[in-house]
Structure formats: structure tokens, C-alpha cells
């Protein structure tokens, strides 16, 4: 099992950049895929980045690639998400989402493809 803790969130204008992080906990955290989904009022949660268990291979949705950047530090069982010139549409809360693969190259695009979540963490941007 893993559990997962998000930091860094908060209030910026739009072109400020925010840089979030996912910690987990467990000894098998370079076995897990993980992912951040954001969810803003009335919207469906979408994902904006995900990440193989080894960092070799990522996923950005148009909405965000350019702009977003995922990374793991598995010595440090932390993920981050740097986020660059963010748009008031950026707002939500963020949350990361881990599920342990047993192949480098899987890596689930789909909120049902991750079974742990952390609590989210809220951005704000203000135009």
C-alpha cells in the first residue's frame, strides 16, 4: 500500500508558475505509475500528467503539454509537477494518483487505472 501527500498549492496570477509535490510513502514506490488529475467546479476530474514507475516515459494532454512538466525522485518517494505560465483555467484542485505496474512502460491515462489517491491540493489563478 501507499499513501499519498500533496503539497505546494496556492494563489498565483496568471504567467506565475507553482510547483506541486507528491509524496508517498512505502519501501515500493519506483514500482508505481503515478499520475495528477485536477478537478475544477462542475467540471469531470482530467488527468494533466502522468509518469512511469522508472521517470523514462510521460503523458501530457494538449491542454497542458509545453507547460506542465512531471517528475519522480524515487529516493525521495516524491513526485512533482511544475507548472509554467498558468491560465485561470488551470485552477482546481490538484491530486496525485499512484498504482503499482509490473511493466515500465504501463502507465493508465484513465482515473480507473489508479487505485491510491491523496487528498488534492487547491490552485488558484487569478487573471
Known amino acids: 500500500q501507499v499513501q499519498l501527500v500533496e503539497s505546494g498549492g496556492g494563489l498565483v496570477q496568471a504567467g506565475d508558475s507553482l510547483r506541486l509535490s507528491c509524496a508517498a510513502s512505502g519501501r515500493t514506490f519506483s514500482t508505481y505509475a503515478v499520475a495528477w488529475f485536477r478537478q475544477a467546479p462542475g467540471k469531470e476530474r482530467a488527468i494533466v500528467a502522468a509518469?512511469?514507475?522508472?521517470?523514462?516515459?510521460?503523458y501530457y494532454p494538449d491542454s497542458v503539454k509545453g507547460r506542465f512538466t512531471i517528475s519522480r525522485d524515487n529516493a525521495k518517494n516524491t513526485v512533482y509537477l511544475q507548472m509554467d505560465s498558468l491560465k485561470p483555467e488551470d485552477a482546481a484542485v490538484y491530486c496525485c494518483a499512484a498504482v503499482a505496474v509490473t511493466r515500465s512502460f504501463m502507465l493508465p491515462r484513465l482515473a480507473s487505472g489508479y487505485n491510491y489517491w491523496g487528498q488534492g491540493t487547491q490552485v488558484t489563478v487569478s487573471s
Open positions: 509518469i512511469s514507475r522508472s521517470g523514462t516515459t510521460t
